[in-house]
């Protein structure tokens, strides 16, 4: 069963756009929502995160949006870089309860110059 | 460099044979966590150690397993090696289990069953 959905599978953008990828939950033990970048040929990089306790967050050209009451999560990215081409996962975890990480399917990010 | 290293980087083997995936923990990380990472499955939460002992276990299969050292090191021990076993596996390692504030992967082992 996959707890954590996430759209689109992948995403071209022009250089200077917005990035927007979505994920749904269906845990509402969920406590903790943390997006991770992905590079080839490396592990997942934690990127930003966010409680429920909070309807957005930002760090830089990043930005998570939270909707409890839907149980969905967004990531935009602005001003998109070609820099920024990864695979991007959300995740989801219960910190209470061992705080392993659920992931989503992925969304390989290209960005056109 | 994350902090956690993970060791081989490549490994090729063939069906049947057993190998095992080592993970040195970043400095201070009690926690150490194990996924694999296929085109199929996505990243798929293994199995979890805290300070030696076992904490949680995900879609492991019982071919495979696992144990954290006394020095915190963790071991992935994976036998009976399939094709469908072939995969990126991750390491990942946090202060604790608990901790709730995302933690660091490795850059992994990509593992090829021929």
């Known amino acids: 069963q996959q707890q954590v959905k996430q759209s689109p599978q992948s995403l071209i953008v022009q250089k200077g756009g917005i990035s927007i990828i979505n994920c749904a939950y269906e845990n509402t033990a969920f406590d903790y929502f943390p997006w991770y970048q992905q590079f080839p040929g490396k592990g997942p990089a934690l990127l930003i995160a966010?409680?429920?306790?909070?309807s957005e967050k930002k760090e830089g050209r990043f930005t998570i949006s939270f909707n409890k009451s839907a149980k969905q999560f967004s990531l935009h990215i602005m001003d998109s870089q070609p820099g920024d081409s990864a695979t991007y996962f959300c995740a989801a975890t219960n910190s209470d309860a061992g705080n392993m990480l659920t992931f989503g399917g992925g969304t390989r990010l290209m960005v056109k110059p | 460099d994350s902090g956690v290293t993970q060791t081989p980087k490549h490994l090729i083997t063939a069906t049947g044979q057993r190998v095992t995936l080592r993970c040195s923990p970043r400095?201070?990380?009690?926690?150490v966590y194990w996924y694999q990472q296929s085109l199929d499955q996505g990243l798929q939460f293994l199995i979890q150690y805290y300070n030696g002992e076992e904490r949680a276990k995900g879609n492991i299969l019982e071919r495979f397993s696992a144990q954290q050292f006394p020095d915190l090191h963790s071991e992935l021990n994976l036998s009976s090696l399939e094709l469908g076993d072939s995969a990126l596996y991750f390491c990942a390692s946090s202060v604790a289990p608990s901790q709730g504030y995302g933690y660091t992967f490795g850059s992994g082992t990509r593992l090829t069953v021929v």
């Open positions: 400095s201070g990380d009690l926690s």
């Open positions: 966010i409680r429920p306790d909070v």
